[in-house]
């Protein structure tokens, strides 16, 4: 009878034993787990930029290899889906390759643009903003 009584009594215990430990383990993982979750919704929110930024240098390219000269048009493409992608035109760098006013056909022309990302865990890694560089190169018709 005692025997019994003292097997059920060590269950007991190691079950409370064992609860104790899976709080640990989980005290111990969740800073681990966090800081996992919030840099994949960085890289998705650095990656969805980037998309955008690709998106509106190819507009802009393919707006100028089109036309030649039409330098506001271009720019108001690349503002175009800049603002579809959420991101604002202050902060943007554009630049031609080669700097001319007009194009003639044939010429290889090099649109990149450049945006500083600013990392939500910033703080932890010590960069707090990374700059996002995209281009895009095509022949004037």
Same mark, same amino acid.
């Given at each position: 009878? %005692? @025997?019994? =009584?003292?097997?059920?009594?060590?269950?007991? +215990?190691?079950?409370?034993? @064992? !609860?104790?430990? =899976?709080? *640990?383990?989980?005290?111990?993982?969740?800073?681990?787990?966090?800081?996992?979750?919030?840099?994949?919704?960085?890289?998705?929110?650095?990656?969805?930029? /980037?998309?955008?930024?690709?998106?509106?240098?190819?507009?802009?390219?393919?707006?100028? *290899?089109? +036309?030649?000269?039409?330098?506001?048009?271009?720019?108001?493409?690349? !503002? $175009?889906?800049?603002?579809?992608?959420?991101? =604002?035109? $202050?902060?943007?760098?554009?630049?031609?390759?080669?700097? %001319?006013?007009?194009?003639? =056909?044939?010429?290889?022309?090099?649109? +990149?643009? !450049?945006?500083? /990302?600013?990392?939500?865990?910033?703080?932890?890694?010590?960069? $707090?903003?990374?700059?996002?560089?995209?281009?895009?190169?095509?022949?004037? @018709?």
């Amino acid at each position: 009878m %005692k @025997q019994r =009584s003292l097997l059920t009594h060590l269950r007991h +215990t190691i079950l409370r034993a @064992q !609860e104790g430990i =899976s709080l *640990a383990e989980f005290a111990l993982i969740l800073p681990v787990f966090l800081l996992i979750l919030l840099g994949m919704v960085d890289m998705g929110r650095g990656f969805n930029t /980037y998309i955008g930024m690709l998106n509106a240098t190819r507009e802009g390219a393919i707006w100028l *290899a089109n +036309t030649g000269d039409d330098l506001t048009g271009m720019n108001n493409r690349i !503002e $175009s889906e800049l603002d579809r992608g959420g991101l =604002s035109t $202050s902060n943007v760098t554009i630049t031609r390759t080669p700097n %001319k006013a007009t194009y003639e =056909s044939g010429d290889l022309v090099t649109l +990149t643009i !450049e945006h500083p /990302y600013d990392l939500l865990f910033g703080a932890i890694t010590g960069f $707090s903003t990374v700059t996002l560089h995209t281009e895009h190169t095509l022949r004037v @018709q």
